[in-house]
Protein backbone atom coordinates (compact mmCIF):
# COMPACT_ATOMS: atom_id res chain seq x y z
CA UNK A 1 0.00 0.00 0.00
CA UNK A 2 1.36 3.19 -1.09
CA UNK A 3 1.19 5.99 1.13
CA UNK A 4 3.31 9.63 1.06
CA UNK A 5 5.69 11.64 3.06
CA UNK A 6 5.67 15.28 2.72
CA UNK A 7 8.66 16.36 2.22
CA UNK A 8 11.45 18.48 0.77
CA UNK A 9 12.65 18.82 -2.27
CA UNK A 10 9.11 17.15 -2.80
CA UNK A 11 6.71 14.27 -1.37
CA UNK A 12 7.97 10.62 -1.51
CA UNK A 13 5.78 7.91 -1.87
CA UNK A 14 6.73 4.64 0.03
CA UNK A 15 5.39 1.54 1.03
CA UNK A 16 5.33 0.76 4.72
CA UNK A 17 5.97 -2.98 4.18
CA UNK A 18 9.54 -1.89 2.11
CA UNK A 19 10.34 0.39 4.27
CA UNK A 20 12.71 0.67 7.48
CA UNK A 21 14.03 3.06 10.47
CA UNK A 22 18.03 3.02 10.65
CA UNK A 23 18.95 4.67 13.78
CA UNK A 24 22.66 5.92 13.28
CA UNK A 25 25.09 5.47 16.25
CA UNK A 26 22.62 7.27 19.12
CA UNK A 27 25.10 5.74 21.62
CA UNK A 28 25.90 6.73 25.36
CA UNK A 29 29.18 8.20 24.62
CA UNK A 30 28.22 10.92 21.86
CA UNK A 31 25.02 11.69 23.76
CA UNK A 32 25.64 11.85 27.23
CA UNK A 33 27.49 13.94 29.63
CA UNK A 34 30.91 12.93 30.35
CA UNK A 35 30.96 10.08 27.43
CA UNK A 36 33.66 10.91 24.31
CA UNK A 37 31.77 13.20 22.87
CA UNK A 38 31.98 15.51 26.24
CA UNK A 39 35.67 14.48 26.08
CA UNK A 40 36.18 16.47 23.07
CA UNK A 41 35.02 19.65 24.52
CA UNK A 42 31.74 19.45 22.30
CA UNK A 43 27.89 20.61 24.11
CA UNK A 44 26.29 17.59 24.06
CA UNK A 45 22.70 19.28 24.69
CA UNK A 46 22.81 20.17 20.61
CA UNK A 47 22.96 15.73 20.28
CA UNK A 48 20.54 15.48 23.03
CA UNK A 49 17.35 17.36 21.46
CA UNK A 50 17.21 14.88 18.70
CA UNK A 51 16.41 12.28 21.46
CA UNK A 52 12.62 13.10 21.99
CA UNK A 53 11.89 13.43 17.92
CA UNK A 54 13.68 9.90 17.43
CA UNK A 55 11.87 8.10 19.64
CA UNK A 56 8.39 9.26 18.71
CA UNK A 57 9.19 7.98 15.15
CA UNK A 58 11.25 4.93 17.04
CA UNK A 59 7.57 4.47 18.25
CA UNK A 60 5.35 5.30 15.82
CA UNK A 61 7.47 2.62 13.34
CA UNK A 62 7.07 0.21 16.28
CA UNK A 63 3.45 0.05 16.53
CA UNK A 64 3.38 -0.06 12.05
CA UNK A 65 5.60 -2.84 12.67
CA UNK A 66 8.35 -1.99 10.09
CA UNK A 67 11.78 -3.07 10.21
CA UNK A 68 14.11 -1.21 12.99
CA UNK A 69 17.76 -1.18 12.63
CA UNK A 70 20.16 0.62 15.17
CA UNK A 71 23.77 1.10 14.95
CA UNK A 72 27.01 1.92 16.79
CA UNK A 73 30.57 2.94 15.83
CA UNK A 74 32.72 1.63 17.52
CA UNK A 75 36.33 -1.46 17.45
CA UNK A 76 36.61 -4.70 18.79
CA UNK A 77 38.50 -4.58 22.10
CA UNK A 78 41.88 -5.91 20.67
CA UNK A 79 41.08 -2.84 17.88
CA UNK A 80 42.23 -4.98 14.94
CA UNK A 81 39.24 -3.63 12.77
CA UNK A 82 40.46 0.19 14.21
CA UNK A 83 43.00 1.63 11.76
CA UNK A 84 45.97 3.06 13.33
CA UNK A 85 45.19 6.46 11.49
CA UNK A 86 41.67 7.17 13.06
CA UNK A 87 43.41 6.41 16.28
CA UNK A 88 46.35 8.95 15.98
CA UNK A 89 43.69 11.48 14.25
CA UNK A 90 43.55 14.15 16.40
CA UNK A 91 46.62 13.98 18.88
CA UNK A 92 43.64 13.13 21.74
CA UNK A 93 45.28 12.36 25.50
CA UNK A 94 41.96 10.38 25.83
CA UNK A 95 41.21 8.49 22.12
CA UNK A 96 39.52 5.34 20.98
CA UNK A 97 41.03 2.49 23.19
CA UNK A 98 41.66 4.59 25.69
CA UNK A 99 40.00 4.22 29.45
CA UNK A 100 37.02 6.90 29.79
CA UNK A 101 34.39 7.22 32.63
CA UNK A 102 32.33 5.22 30.35
CA UNK A 103 35.12 2.44 30.22
CA UNK A 104 37.20 2.25 26.93
CA UNK A 105 36.24 4.34 24.47
CA UNK A 106 34.71 3.55 21.33
CA UNK A 107 35.30 -0.08 22.65
CA UNK A 108 32.86 -2.88 22.00
CA UNK A 109 30.66 -4.32 25.35
CA UNK A 110 31.75 -0.98 27.31
CA UNK A 111 29.27 1.47 28.96
CA UNK A 112 30.11 4.59 26.58
CA UNK A 113 29.09 2.19 23.44
CA UNK A 114 26.01 0.85 24.05
CA UNK A 115 22.67 2.77 22.95
CA UNK A 116 21.28 5.54 25.28
CA UNK A 117 18.05 3.76 27.16
CA UNK A 118 16.12 6.34 25.76
CA UNK A 119 16.14 4.38 22.34
CA UNK A 120 17.43 1.20 23.60
CA UNK A 121 16.23 -1.55 20.71
CA UNK A 122 14.11 -4.18 21.61
CA UNK A 123 14.96 -8.01 21.03
CA UNK A 124 13.86 -7.79 17.53
CA UNK A 125 15.87 -5.07 16.02
CA UNK A 126 19.10 -5.73 14.78
CA UNK A 127 22.20 -3.55 15.75
CA UNK A 128 24.86 -3.02 13.63
CA UNK A 129 28.16 -2.60 15.09
CA UNK A 130 30.39 -0.73 11.94
CA UNK A 131 34.11 0.14 12.37
CA UNK A 132 33.30 2.86 10.18
CA UNK A 133 31.32 6.39 9.57
CA UNK A 134 29.10 4.91 6.99
CA UNK A 135 26.73 1.86 8.15
CA UNK A 136 27.30 -0.40 4.98
CA UNK A 137 31.35 -0.25 5.44
CA UNK A 138 32.47 -3.72 6.88
CA UNK A 139 28.57 -4.49 7.70
CA UNK A 140 25.87 -7.20 6.93
CA UNK A 141 23.38 -3.92 6.56
CA UNK A 142 22.95 -4.19 3.02
CA UNK A 143 22.12 -7.68 3.01
CA UNK A 144 20.12 -7.83 6.23
CA UNK A 145 17.88 -5.00 4.03
CA UNK A 146 17.71 -6.83 0.47
CA UNK A 147 16.79 -10.01 2.34
CA UNK A 148 14.42 -8.28 3.58
CA UNK A 149 13.17 -6.43 0.49
CA UNK A 150 13.68 -2.84 1.83
CA UNK A 151 13.58 -0.12 -0.71
CA UNK A 152 13.22 2.97 1.45
CA UNK A 153 15.11 3.78 4.41
CA UNK A 154 14.24 6.17 7.19
CA UNK A 155 16.96 7.39 8.65
CA UNK A 156 17.85 9.33 12.22
CA UNK A 157 20.81 10.01 13.84
CA UNK A 158 24.17 11.49 14.93
CA UNK A 159 26.23 13.07 13.56
CA UNK A 160 24.56 14.90 10.35
CA UNK A 161 27.26 16.03 8.73
CA UNK A 162 29.50 12.33 9.88
CA UNK A 163 27.53 9.11 10.09
CA UNK A 164 24.38 10.09 8.97
CA UNK A 165 25.48 12.13 5.73
CA UNK A 166 28.01 9.25 4.75
CA UNK A 167 25.46 6.13 6.00
CA UNK A 168 22.74 7.90 3.22
CA UNK A 169 25.37 8.31 0.57
CA UNK A 170 26.26 4.81 0.64
CA UNK A 171 22.37 4.17 0.58
CA UNK A 172 22.09 6.42 -2.46
CA UNK A 173 24.55 4.35 -4.62
CA UNK A 174 23.18 0.96 -3.44
CA UNK A 175 19.75 2.28 -5.06
CA UNK A 176 17.68 3.22 -1.65
CA UNK A 177 15.56 6.08 -1.31
CA UNK A 178 16.31 8.00 1.61
CA UNK A 179 14.28 10.13 4.08
CA UNK A 180 16.48 12.15 6.71
CA UNK A 181 14.42 12.86 9.71
CA UNK A 182 15.35 16.55 10.15
CA UNK A 183 14.76 17.35 13.77
CA UNK A 184 15.63 13.56 15.00
CA UNK A 185 19.53 14.00 14.02
CA UNK A 186 21.71 16.43 15.44
CA UNK A 187 25.42 17.60 15.07
CA UNK A 188 27.95 19.70 17.65
CA UNK A 189 28.27 22.26 15.23
CA UNK A 190 24.48 24.17 14.22
CA UNK A 191 25.93 25.32 11.03
CA UNK A 192 26.98 21.83 10.15
CA UNK A 193 23.35 20.18 10.79
CA UNK A 194 22.03 23.03 8.59
CA UNK A 195 24.09 22.48 5.64
CA UNK A 196 24.23 18.61 6.13
CA UNK A 197 20.67 18.26 5.85
CA UNK A 198 20.86 20.74 2.70
CA UNK A 199 23.06 18.70 1.11
CA UNK A 200 20.93 15.97 0.95
CA UNK A 201 18.20 17.80 -0.44
CA UNK A 202 20.01 19.33 -2.95
CA UNK A 203 19.48 19.63 -6.60
CA UNK A 204 16.29 17.96 -6.68
CA UNK A 205 17.34 15.34 -3.94
CA UNK A 206 20.48 14.54 -4.84
CA UNK A 207 21.14 11.90 -2.04
CA UNK A 208 17.53 11.96 -0.72
CA UNK A 209 13.86 13.89 0.75
CA UNK A 210 14.16 15.62 4.11
CA UNK A 211 11.28 15.74 6.84
CA UNK A 212 10.14 16.71 10.25
CA UNK A 213 9.09 13.74 12.13
CA UNK A 214 5.64 15.01 12.65
CA UNK A 215 5.22 14.51 8.71
CA UNK A 216 7.16 11.30 9.26
CA UNK A 217 4.97 9.90 11.69
CA UNK A 218 1.56 11.12 10.04
CA UNK A 219 2.28 9.38 7.12
CA UNK A 220 3.90 5.87 9.09
CA UNK A 221 0.52 5.94 11.42
Known sequence: MTRVFKAEP???GFDPASTALVIIDMQRDF??????GSMLGNDVSL?????????????AARKAKMLVIHTR?????????????KKARGGLKVGIGDAGPMGR??????????IIPELYPAPNEPVIDKPGK????????????????I????VCGVTTEVCVNTTVREANDRGFECLVVSDAVGSYFPEFNRIALEMIKAQGGIFGW????????????
Request: aromatic content about 6%; glycine content about 10%.
Open 134 to 149: GAFFATDLELMLRNRG
Open 47 to 59: LRSSIAPCKAVLD
Open 31 to 36: LEPGGF
Open 10 to 12: YDL
Open 105 to 114: VLIRGEKGHD
Open 151 to 154: KTLI
Open 73 to 85: EGHAPDMNDCPPS
Open 210 to 221: VAPSAAVIAAVG
